[in-house]
């Protein structure tokens, strides 16, 4: 007799419910686990149509918590199809005794949880309630076909067939008349048995896909030999990893190598038959447009190649997505289906559906008759099995309400209103972006742990604050913000359902750092949760997240490489290193006119850099010195960034060199940089700009010459300067401020970094001298209005907002822009780090306003 109260109600018996049913047995607790279908398997129970296969590779989509399954289990493929992986699933099943704890054929109709009881009340299609502490959803991401929403569907009386609920005996299409409607990965995957069988196919596409073979055959032997060799370094490795599966990072932008190059990286690529293979070749396929379209041209490329006629090829063709942003597909043999004479291709885009008939399809002033009509239209995805039960909270508030206009969670794993209820997967999380077994086991776990730990504490529920499941929509919005996923109509946007809020329902941050925020919150007491039981109460409000998800992610990506610290390197080897880094980063933005020359320096020429926007000049002009601790760098080395704001302020941007240390220590700097701007003062007009309209810019050690000059012109007659941007600039030689501590160590800008380039540039007594550490100077007042922008994570954010206090306080009128979640070097990635536009939008703005009204 199965029990009516127990600790847990599971919903569903996929790989998640199954593992999470494991894990409760494993830890005490009783559970009823509830699965609609007769068996267990979840989505490789449901979608049985033929071809369904799984697109990350068999080494990776396997569960890792009972290592012996490694041995126990061999994989006949490098992409399972989905008969092996319900076998899978039913000899885990099997083997840990599950299909005892698993009630098939129920399903559950309602849950409510009641406040006096601190229980939830479970109604199930078979009549019966059952009550339990905690409630969990693993109902899996893509499990609820969406409705075709195609005038007719129930009108047709030949077979209708949906990819996702296929009929368990099969379907022989031998010798029929077939519609497949739909291009997504279950089409593509379907299509060619489909057209092997079919005597005559239509295809009836609305958007056509990327997609790449799958290259199927044996496990790769070099993965399998990885993950034998060591299989805990392996799943680490997978389990720290952006997308779940261990694979090389990119180091470089597509934009930063020639066409020629970007396509043979991308071959090599595109031959290791690896779903996230090919959006993994360069640093920037997911976030800059341009880098994308690099792709694009090269998937576009491949379909040419294998359609013979160049019109259907055309049609098969994605023009109007990014890549990746609506999910790419595997396929093996999908685009030579087009090259069968029996198999026609309608764009209904140009020729819509305009009704299904009793017998077929009628398009664009044809009919077609059919035998069958295979729906491959998608899921109501990620929500659809949530909402679809009536699960009702605190204040008689249901999750369908709450979420009308989109998913809210906390984590992705629970949402405030409801205590003790948990999804796996949820909206929110990494989910349908990542490995979903590496996604599943992970999810399970934190439940696992948190259950555990309450239970171990006394405490009956676990919600999370309004605070943090706020700070999680922010921080899931700042990183939705740097990609391109926004700009797609997908059903990863919910954009495939009519009237389903359009929000990027997945969590993009990566599933390394998704881990690492999680077990942050549980290590950190919970943080972001109210917890509550036996008359304690336990509240630890956050905040969560601060990093800005794209600079995080490049800072996971130079962990990867293990760089030698420059503080290690002489000046010429850190020189060399950084002009090696420079041939990796995306150019910045064209302008009008670059041109280099020459200008005397206060010892002898040295070199500028003219950056011109594109309108009609004069411009005003903006003397810029460059960043690089007065040792590395020269007038090119900013070079994005210089474009950058040229374009954006419509300014004319004069990058000047200066003598380097320790060659030549301060004051040699200082000199060039002051010879530098009265050379440009009495050059203005010749050079293009307005010479009554001068501004001094620099970035760091720039920022640092940038300000001592803009003090000598106030101090020696002149040039009368409009402005001061200063870029976390260095301002003070003593390095004593909090945030040398704070961001001393992992921010790129090391305290030791700072401290080697102060050893070369300047002694300790030189460092107090105001042309050293411009926060010293006895008086600030009556100098040009200054902008100044600090980083977040910088170790020179303090001083750099000391300087615009103390400038402040002088009557100077400063913007002072803290970056939130900022390094010292983000801001200036240009096209690299999407996040820093918003930055650079504002310093532009800055610069227009210091010249606004001449
Ligand atoms: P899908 O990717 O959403 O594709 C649905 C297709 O149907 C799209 O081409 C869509 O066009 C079209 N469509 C939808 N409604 C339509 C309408 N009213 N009229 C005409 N066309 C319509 O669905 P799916 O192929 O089932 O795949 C869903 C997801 O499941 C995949 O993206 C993947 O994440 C997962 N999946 C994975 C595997 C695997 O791992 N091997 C296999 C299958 C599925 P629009 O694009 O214009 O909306």
């Known amino acids: 007799m199965a029990e009516k109260d127990v600790d847990v109600v599971v919903v569903g018996a996929g790989f998640a419910g199954m593992y999470l049913l494991h894990e409760l047995r494993k830890q005490g607790f009783s559970s009823r686990v509830l699965e609609a279908g007769d068996d267990v398997g979840g989505t490789w129970y449901w979608n049985r149509y033929p071809g369904a296969r799984c697109d990350i590779a068999t080494t990776d989509y396997q569960y890792t918590w009972d290592p012996e399954l490694l041995d126990e289990w061999q994989w006949s493929e490098k992409h399972a199809a989905q008969p092996e992986i319900l076998r899978y699933a039913q000899y885990v099943a099997k083997k840990h005794d599950l299909y005892s704890g698993i009630d098939f054929e129920v399903r559950v109709d309602k849950a409510a949880w009641d406040d006096s009881a601190k229980k939830w009340t479970i109604h199930t299609s078979t009549g019966e309630t059952i009550t339990c502490r905690h409630y969990v959803m693993a109902t899996g991401c893509l499990s ?53 069988q079919a005597k005559q196919l239509v295809v009836f596409q609305r958007t056509p896909n990327f997609s790449m073979p799958a290259f199927n055959g044996p496990q790769p032997p070099d993965r399998v030999a990885r993950l034998k060799a060591d299989r805990i370094a392996y799943q680490n490795e997978a389990r720290m990893s952006p997308t779940g599966v261990p694979m090389e990072m990119a180091t470089v932008s597509a934009l930063a190598v020639s066409r020629e190059e970007a396509f043979a990286m991308l071959e090599k690529s595109w031959r290791k038959g690896e779903l996230l293979q090919i959006g993994a070749t360069f640093t920037d396929v997911g976030i800059n447009r341009a880098a994308n379209e690099v792709v694009c041209d090269f998937m576009r490329s491949k379909i040419h190649e294998v359609v013979k006629d160049p019109e259907t090829a055309e049609t098969l063709s994605p023009r109007g997505h990014a890549y990746g942003t609506k999910r790419p597909c595997m396929d093996t043999n999908y685009f030579e289906v087009f090259n069968m004479p029996h198999v026609r291709l309608v764009d209904i885009r140009k020729k819509p559906i305009t009704s299904i ?7 664009d002033g044809e009919s077609i008759e059919f035998d069958s009509i295979v729906y491959a239209t998608g899921f109501d995805a990620m929500t659809g099995a949530i909402v679809n039960v009536d699960i009702t909270g605190k204040n008689g508030l249901t999750l369908k309400k709450k979420w009308e206009n989109g998913p809210l969670t906390y984590l992705g794993l629970t949402t405030v209103g409801f205590p003790n209820f948990y999804m796996i997967t949820g909206p929110g999380s990494p989910s349908v972006l990542s490995n979903m077994m590496v996604s599943i086991e992970q999810h399970v776990e934190w439940i696992r742990d948190a259950l555990v730990d309450m239970r171990d504490k006394g405490f009956e529920t676990i919600e ?36 389903k ?56 990506v130079m962990a990867t490489l293990e760089l030698p610290p420059i503080e290690a390197m002489s ?8 002009d090696a880094s420079a041939t990796m980063r995306a150019p910045g933005p064209d302008v009008g006119e670059i041109v280099d020359g020459t200008f005397p320096g206060a010892d002898g020429d040295l070199e500028y850099r003219v950056y011109r926007p594109a309108s009609a000049g004069p411009h005003p002009v903006v003397v810029y010195y460059h960043g690089g601790g007065w040792v590395l760098g020269s007038h090119t080395s900013d070079d994005p960034l210089c474009r950058d704001l040229c374009k954006r302020a419509d300014v004319m941007i004069i990058s000047v060199n200066y003598r380097h240390a320790p060659e030549a220590r301060f004051p040699a700097a200082v000199d060039d940089a002051w010879a530098a701007l009265q050379w440009v003062a009495k050059n203005a007009s010749v050079l293009g700009g307005k010479p009554d ?142 996040s820093g536009q918003s930055v650079r939008a504002h310093m532009a703005s800055g610069l227009r306003e210091f010249f606004a009204g001449e």
């Not at 077990?519 to 509550?532: K, P, S, V, Y």
């Open 357 to 363: 008939t009793e017998t077929g399809i009628d398009f």
């Open 501 to 556: 809020p359009r929000v990027l329902l997945p969590y993009i941050g990566g599933v390394g750092r998704y881990r690492r925020i999680c077990t942050e919150a549980m290590q950190r007491g919970f943080l972001g949760f109210e917890l509550q039981g036996n008359g304690k109460q336990q509240l630890n409000p956050g905040p969560v997240r601060l990093m800005q998800p794209d600079v995080e992610m490049m800072l996971d």
């Open 693 to 834: 309209q001068i501004a001094v810019a620099g970035w760091s050690a720039g920022g640092n010459l940038a300000a001592v000059v803009a003090q000598m012109a106030r101090d020696n007659g002149g040039p009368k300067l409009k402005g001061q941007l200063l870029l976390t600039p260095v301002t003070d030689g003593s390095r004593q401020s909090a945030s040398y501590i704070e961001n001393g160590e992992g921010y790129v800008l090391t305290k030791n970094v700072m401290e080697w380039f102060w050893n070369h540039y300047a002694s300790a007594e030189d460092r107090k001298s105001v042309k050293a550490s411009p926060l010293l100077a006895p008086s600030l007042a009556n100098l040009p209005p200054a902008m100044i922008v600090t980083g977040q994570f910088d170790p020179l954010r303090d001083e750099g907002n000391a300087y615009a206090h103390a400038l402040a306080d002088a009557g100077v009128p400063v913007k002072r822009l803290q970056a939130r979640g900022h390094i010292h070097t983000s801001i200036t990635m240009v096209d690299m780090l999407p």
């Open 464 to 499: 999370p604050t309004a605070a943090a499941e706020e700070d999680w929509r922010v921080h899931c919005t700042d990183c939705a913000d740097i990609t391109l996923f926004q700009d797609t109509n997908s059903w990863y946007m919910g954009a495939n359902v009519p009237g």
């Open 144 to 196: 609820v076909p969406k409705d075709p929403d195609i005038p007719g569907t129930d009108r047709f009386k030949g077979n209708v067939y949906v990819t996702g609920r296929w009929p368990h005996e099969g379907v022989d299409f031998t010798g029929q008349r077939v519609a497949v409607i739909g291009t997504g990965s279950s089409a593509i995957q379907s299509m060619p048995h489909i057209a092997s």
């Open 571 to 578: 000046p010429a080897e850190a020189r060399g290193f950084m």
